[in-house]
């Protein structure tokens, strides 16, 4: 081996086409093949076949792929490669790939430089830029079509009991769906029971289709009024909507970038309503909490928060619908009309009014933005305007006012909103929100009141909140809010908040946070509660907090957690928490991603004796033509069918997260962004030993509504170490150059008698040149398939004298 390494080595430095003659006798009285001179008398080349390789073009890396190379170490023109290296593709390449030949690159494109390294296994291409291709094509193309059905599910159980008592608490919500033609048709249903009580609505349907051309979105249905500067919740009927992220290619959705922050001061249920609907529930530990990307029912409507506490008790707060952000745009630009009736959920018998509405937006300059819109029901009518106005580079300021009247009831009224923000330098930023609503002021879902229920205490008539954020060096960072609601019959809730967190030392955090809450509205109310924590970094996904919390009605407990995420498929939460009289409490909690759903399962047992369970489970299935497809996330607007050979637990990285193939080798892509590149990678260390993929990854920028295919190209990579023997039982020389029927050099015998074969078949004819000039010829006896989970296969063979 020492000889054909530093005969490879000095072969390195010969150009491709000047050929060198070597001393038959010197080699063969080196134990090496004298027939691998010819293989080796011209610069190293690559092996027939194909070859995992990394590819450079003209100085930019291209990532690993697969190319294919001739018999004579050429690089061969295959569509895969052309695709990955974003160059066009001249007809008689592919007419030459059709018919199972191969065309060398530089017969492709003579213009070009081909430079193969095999030792470093790289392939550097230089091209002349007419032959690449565009990377922003002035046209825009989006990959449309498929058809899939879906089944989404969020389950939700959680479990009390006390001194012989028992309490259940069940929330199971269903989406179904499908999607045809970039027509998507959606369905919601929520089912909850606690205490004897069980409520199901159906939240809506509709159906769904963006119109590119036009850059417009089509709905039908049961909708919620998206009609900005209009607040009319659920109706049924038709809406046109711009398609925002057509034309500023984001596709960031309502709500999506609305935070709803709290405290818990015991492991809470947190409930959020809008619209009198709950439109999400989850379980939290004791201490702040955040929520954010809420699925909202419109930005025009207020949210109502519920903390279900532990012990039985709550507390309630209103996060006022000014605060409610669409995204980091200003906001799409265009038309926006609806047209339908209004929609009741439950027992709500109010009057469901026919109405129609339009909102017209512009972009005026680079700095503003107007907004108008216009209602008209048979009782109601309403216009209003808004504008949102770039002062500087750092302060954006914002407004809306809205008029409305009701003939039916003599009542007339108006809504204002504004809202300021501003960095005042790299380290502050502020924020103002305020809105004042006259008693007057109705919104669609409001008319035709019925007198027996009332105005509902819930809607406010002034609110205001306030918040600053700095950060400093040494200090860590700062923050302060401030919020008041004022209802129309005087009652008024407040919240106040500080909030301080700093990095102590490496791997160390603190934070503390005081909140008080003030007002009639609050049940139970904790009155000023401070709850402090300081956590340790244990590892990369290991981490042990201590915490101590004060509050009225809790008094002074303390506590720790310890948290890690083991994996991409478990992560466990361990605590303990103590009261000021010694009294302690448990809790642990285990989330898991077992391949095909989403599961959370905790447990909490209190120094009373109170113990609860919980369990969440949550996740989607495709329902496609080549049968079902389990997802560990439910699947949206837009989302892919992912095929990889037929092996199960091949690991795939999505823009949801990672994903796992079934016993079909298929997968499914939750979530691709509209009209945005989405990636789709394999986890190559997943794969089976004996697989490989010709390429590891694609990308597509998917239309909305549409069903993508990932079709990931397998080959057999079947590696076998064969022990060689002659027919005396000696092994095979080491040395002896190995080649198939075709007098094709494959490898050589690396020591005595053992043969590495990277791609072996069964039955298969190898030939070997022995020192003495004898040949022979062996005959690899494989089984049909190979075991999957070995690095690599052994066998023994004969040579036989041929």
């Given at each position: 081996?020492?000889?054909?390494?530093?005969?490879?080595?000095?072969?390195?430095?010969?150009?491709?086409?000047?050929?060198?003659?070597?001393?038959?006798?010197?080699?063969?009285?080196?134990?090496?093949?004298?027939?691998?001179?010819?293989?080796?008398?011209?610069?190293?080349?690559?092996?027939?076949?194909?070859?995992?390789?990394?590819?450079?073009?003209?100085?930019?890396?291209?990532?690993?792929?697969?190319?294919?190379?001739?018999?004579?170490?050429?690089?061969?023109?295959?569509?895969?490669?052309?695709?990955?290296?974003?160059?066009?593709?001249?007809?008689?390449?592919?007419?030459?790939?059709?018919?199972?030949?191969?065309?060398?690159?530089?017969?492709?494109?003579?213009?070009?430089?081909?430079?193969?390294?095999?030792?470093?296994?790289?392939?550097?291409?230089?091209?002349?830029?007419?032959?690449?291709?565009?990377?922003?094509?002035?046209?825009?193309?989006?990959?449309?079509?498929?058809?899939?059905?879906?089944?989404?599910?969020?389950?939700?159980?959680?479990?009390?009991?006390?001194?012989?008592?028992?309490?259940?608490?069940?929330?199971?919500?269903?989406?179904?769906?499908?999607?045809?033609?970039?027509?998507?048709?959606?369905?919601?249903?929520?089912?909850?029971?606690?205490?004897?009580?069980?409520?199901?609505?159906?939240?809506?349907?509709?159906?769904?289709?963006?119109?590119?051309?036009?850059?417009?979105?089509?709905?039908?249905?049961?909708?919620?009024?998206?009609?900005?500067?209009?607040?009319?919740?659920?109706?049924?009927?038709?809406?046109?909507?711009?398609?925002?992220?057509?034309?500023?290619?984001?596709?960031?959705?309502?709500?999506?970038?609305?935070?709803?922050?709290?405290?818990?001061?015991?492991?809470?249920?947190?409930?959020?309503?809008?619209?009198?609907?709950?439109?999400?529930?989850?379980?939290?530990?004791?201490?702040?909490?955040?929520?954010?990307?809420?699925?909202?029912?419109?930005?025009?409507?207020?949210?109502?928060?519920?903390?279900?506490?532990?012990?039985?008790?709550?507390?309630?707060?209103?996060?006022?619908?000014?605060?409610?952000?669409?995204?980091?745009?200003?906001?799409?630009?265009?038309?926006?009309?609806?047209?339908?009736?209004?929609?009741?959920?439950?027992?709500?018998?109010?009057?469901?009014?026919?109405?129609?509405?339009?909102?017209?937006?512009?972009?005026?300059?680079?700095?503003?933005?107007?907004?108008?819109?216009?209602?008209?029901?048979?009782?109601?009518?309403?216009?209003?305007?808004?504008?949102?106005?770039?002062?500087?580079?750092?302060?954006?300021?914002?407004?809306?006012?809205?008029?409305?009247?009701?003939?039916?009831?003599?009542l007339r009224g108006s809504q204002l909103q504004a809202s300021i923000s501003t960095t005042i330098n790299r380290r502050l930023s502020a924020g103002l929100t305020a809105s004042q609503q006259t008693e007057g002021f109705r919104t669609l879902t409001d008319t035709a009141w019925n007198e027996k229920r009332k105005a509902p205490e819930s809607r406010a008539s002034q609110q205001l909140s306030a918040s600053v954020n700095g950060s400093l060096d040494k200090l860590g960072t700062l923050g302060a809010m401030v919020s008041r609601n004022a209802t129309v019959n005087g009652r008024a809730q407040s919240r106040l908040g500080l909030s301080w967190s700093s990095s102590v030392f490496k791997g160390t955090h603190?934070?503390?946070?005081?909140?008080?809450?003030?007002?009639?509205?609050?049940?139970?109310?904790?009155?000023?509660?401070?709850?402090?924590?300081?956590?340790?970094?244990?590892?990369?996904?290991?981490?042990?907090?201590?915490?101590?919390?004060?509050?009225?009605?809790?008094?002074?407990?303390?506590?720790?957690?310890?948290?890690?995420?083991?994996?991409?498929?478990?992560?466990?939460?361990?605590?303990?928490?103590?009261?000021?009289?010694?009294?302690?409490?448990?809790?642990?909690?285990?989330?898991?991603?077992?391949?095909?759903?989403?599961?959370?399962?905790?447990?909490?047992?209190?120094?009373?004796?109170?113990?609860?369970?919980?369990?969440?489970?949550?996740?989607?299935?495709?329902?496609?033509?080549?049968?079902?497809?389990?997802?560990?996330?439910?699947?949206?607007?837009?989302?892919?069918?992912?095929?990889?050979?037929?092996?199960?637990?091949?690991?795939?990285?999505?823009?949801?997260?990672?994903?796992?193939?079934?016993?079909?080798?298929?997968?499914?892509?939750?979530?691709?962004?509209?009209?945005?590149?989405?990636?789709?990678?394999?986890?190559?260390?997943?794969?089976?030993?004996?697989?490989?993929?010709?390429?590891?990854?694609?990308?597509?920028?998917?239309?909305?509504?549409?069903?993508?295919?990932?079709?990931?190209?397998?080959?057999?990579?079947?590696?076998?170490?064969?022990?060689?023997?002659?027919?005396?039982?000696?092994?095979?020389?080491?040395?002896?150059?190995?080649?198939?029927?075709?007098?094709?050099?494959?490898?050589?015998?690396?020591?005595?008698?053992?043969?590495?074969?990277?791609?072996?078949?069964?039955?298969?004819?190898?030939?070997?040149?022995?020192?003495?000039?004898?040949?022979?010829?062996?005959?690899?006896?494989?089984?049909?398939?190979?075991?999957?989970?070995?690095?690599?296969?052994?066998?023994?063979?004969?040579?036989?004298?041929?």
């Open positions: 081996m020492v000889g054909i390494t530093l005969m490879a080595a000095a072969l390195g430095k010969v150009v491709a086409d000047e050929g060198v003659d070597f001393d038959a006798q010197v080699l063969k009285a080196r134990g090496i093949d004298p027939q691998l001179a010819q293989y080796f008398r011209l610069a190293p080349r690559f092996e027939q076949g194909p070859r995992r390789v990394t590819l450079e073009v003209n100085g930019v890396t291209k990532g690993r792929i697969h190319a294919t190379f001739n018999e004579h170490g050429e690089l061969c023109v295959d569509s895969s490669l052309l695709a990955s290296a974003d160059i066009h593709a001249p007809e008689r390449a592919l007419d030459a790939q059709d018919i199972g030949a191969c065309l060398p690159f530089n017969q492709a494109f003579p213009e070009a430089v081909v430079r193969l390294l095999p030792g470093k296994e790289e392939v550097a291409l230089r091209v002349p830029t007419h032959a690449l291709l565009s990377p922003v094509p002035m046209q825009r193309s989006f990959s449309n079509g498929g058809s899939a059905g879906l089944l989404n599910y969020d389950a939700l159980l959680v479990s009390r009991q006390f001194n012989g008592q028992s309490s259940q608490y069940r929330n199971f919500n269903t989406e179904v769906g499908l999607n045809s033609r970039d027509w998507l048709v959606r369905s919601r249903q929520s089912y909850s029971a606690f205490e004897g009580v069980r409520r199901a609505e159906h939240l809506y349907a509709y159906a769904e289709h963006t119109w590119e051309k036009q850059q417009t979105r089509t709905q039908f249905g049961q909708l919620t009024l998206a009609v900005p500067l209009l607040a009319g919740g659920a109706f049924t009927g038709v809406q046109l909507l711009p398609e925002t992220a057509l034309s500023t290619l984001t596709n960031e959705g309502i709500g999506s970038n609305t935070v709803v922050e709290g405290v818990a001061y015991s492991p809470a249920r947190v409930e959020v309503r809008q619209s009198g609907v709950v439109i999400y529930a989850t379980l939290v530990p004791s201490g702040p909490f955040t929520l954010s990307g809420l699925p909202l029912l419109s930005l025009n409507l207020d949210l109502d928060v519920t903390v279900h506490e532990d012990g039985g008790s709550q507390h309630q707060f209103t996060v006022p619908s000014a605060t409610l952000r669409r995204g980091s745009n200003a906001g799409p630009t265009g038309y926006t009309l609806a047209a339908g009736q209004v929609r009741r959920f439950g027992s709500d018998d109010r009057e469901t009014p026919l109405f129609a509405a339009t909102t017209r937006s512009w972009q005026w300059g680079a700095s503003k933005h107007l907004s108008a819109a216009l209602m008209g029901a048979g009782q109601y009518q309403a216009v209003g305007w808004g504008l949102q106005q770039a002062l500087t580079d750092r302060t954006t300021i914002s407004a809306q006012h809205v008029f409305s009247s009701t003939p039916a009831v003599q603190f934070s503390l946070r005081l909140e008080e809450s003030l007002g009639a509205s609050v049940q139970h109310s904790p009155g000023t509660a401070a709850f402090a924590s300081l956590s340790f970094t244990l590892g990369p996904r290991r981490s042990l907090s201590n915490y101590a919390r004060h509050d009225r009605v809790n008094g002074l407990r303390t506590g720790a957690q310890l948290s890690e995420q083991v994996d991409d498929t478990l992560g466990y939460t361990l605590g303990v928490d103590r009261a000021a009289e010694g009294q302690s409490d448990m809790n642990g909690r285990l989330s898991l991603l077992p391949r095909y759903t989403s599961v959370d399962l905790g447990y909490s047992h209190s120094g009373a004796g109170a113990t609860g369970y919980d369990a969440a489970m949550r996740g989607g299935l495709a329902i496609h033509s080549n049968g079902i497809t389990p997802s560990p996330y439910p699947l949206r607007d837009t989302f892919g069918l992912v095929k990889i050979g037929d092996d199960a637990g091949i690991k795939l990285r999505t823009p949801q997260g990672p994903v796992w193939t079934d016993s079909a080798g298929r997968a499914v892509a939750a979530s691709l962004p509209a009209y945005r590149t989405g990636r789709i990678e394999i986890d190559t260390a997943s794969l089976p030993r004996s697989v490989d993929v010709l390429n590891g990854y694609q990308e597509v920028e998917a239309g909305r509504g549409s069903v993508q295919a990932f079709d990931f190209s397998v080959i057999s990579a079947r590696r076998v170490l064969l022990m060689a023997r002659r027919a005396d039982g000696q092994p095979v020389t080491q040395g002896v150059g190995v080649y198939d029927d075709d007098q094709r050099y494959l490898t050589t015998v690396v020591d005595a008698g053992k043969i590495f074969l990277i791609d072996a078949r069964p039955e298969m004819q190898l030939r070997l040149t022995l020192p003495d000039g004898a040949s022979c010829r062996l005959n690899v006896s494989l089984a049909q398939k190979s075991e999957s989970s070995a690095l690599f296969e052994t066998a023994e063979s004969v040579c036989e004298e041929a």
